[in-house]
């Protein structure tokens, strides 16, 4: 997907590179912060505008400053914003952001086919409401991250995967003491809101919880139509290290 999205001329990625890095920024909360970006995804994008101003700057002069090196390394630098993509996901993540408008999906040149109106849009497909309950596992990896693993509840092993029709997973947790009562109700305020359109993901809590447990509801979305979310599926508990 992203090497047909994401322009390969050197011209035309460059007005795509200007453009997307400067909205990422954009927005309380920040625009990559809302896509479900992490930080270093973020930095890395704008280390690719950094590192590519000067370049193509050379590049544009066709007198003085052109080589076929600065070539090379304009395309090198387009190939690994095409790798990062498909990597992480990351115009997947844009997709499946609850409230995409859009001009999110015009920005960075996908699909509006199904999007009417600014904000919020709408989808023409439609699909039941989810009854299938999230079958999780969990596994602490130290530093205060946990790995989520997501399977449906009908088929609870294998590659870890999301129920049919949609496409995130969306989760509630607290990090508690050792002994501390565990929440019963998914719904409680205390609880921190989070979704991955990944249904195998890493859930930093933070590198002061170790020794502390990992309190976890799960329950399958749609990005599109949150009234067609799945039930909360009972609480899951994990020591952190």
């Known amino acids: 997907m992203s090497t047909t999205i994401i322009p390969r001329s050197i011209d035309k990625f460059n007005l795509y590179l200007i453009r997307t890095a400067a909205y990422l920024l954009l927005g309380t909360p920040t625009n990559w912060s809302r896509f479900g970006w992490s930080s270093t995804e973020n930095a890395d994008w704008q280390a690719f505008l950094t590192a590519w101003l000067p370049l193509y700057a050379k590049y544009s002069d066709k007198k003085g400053g052109y080589t076929t090196g600065i070539k090379d390394q304009l395309l090198q630098i387009i190939e690994d914003c095409v790798n990062?993509?498909?990597?992480?996901?990351?115009?997947?993540?844009?997709?499946?952001t609850r409230g995409v408008t859009i001009t999110d999906l015009q920005t960075f040149n996908l699909t509006t086919d199904e999007v009417t109106g600014a904000t919020p849009h709408h989808i023409t497909a439609r699909v039941a409401a989810a009854t299938d309950l999230v079958y999780p596992t969990l596994k602490p990896m130290g530093g205060g991250v946990a790995r989520c693993k997501c399977f449906t509840d009908a088929v609870r092993s294998g590659r870890?995967?999301?129920?049919?029709?949609?496409?995130?997973?969306?989760?509630?947790?607290?990090?508690i003491a050792q002994g501390a009562a565990i929440p019963t109700d998914p719904n409680t305020t205390t609880l921190i809101d989070g979704h991955s359109s990944r249904a195998s993901f890493l859930l930093p809590t933070g590198t002061n919880n170790g020794g502390k447990v990992l309190c976890i509801f799960f329950r399958w979305a749609h990005s599109k139509h949150p009234t067609l979310d799945g039930p909360w599926n009972g609480c899951i508990i994990v020591t952190i290290l």
């Open 160 to 175: 870890a995967h999301k129920l049919k029709g949609f496409d995130m997973v969306e989760y509630r947790y607290e990090v």
């Open 84 to 96: 990062l993509c498909a990597t992480n996901h990351l115009l997947l993540s844009i997709q499946a």
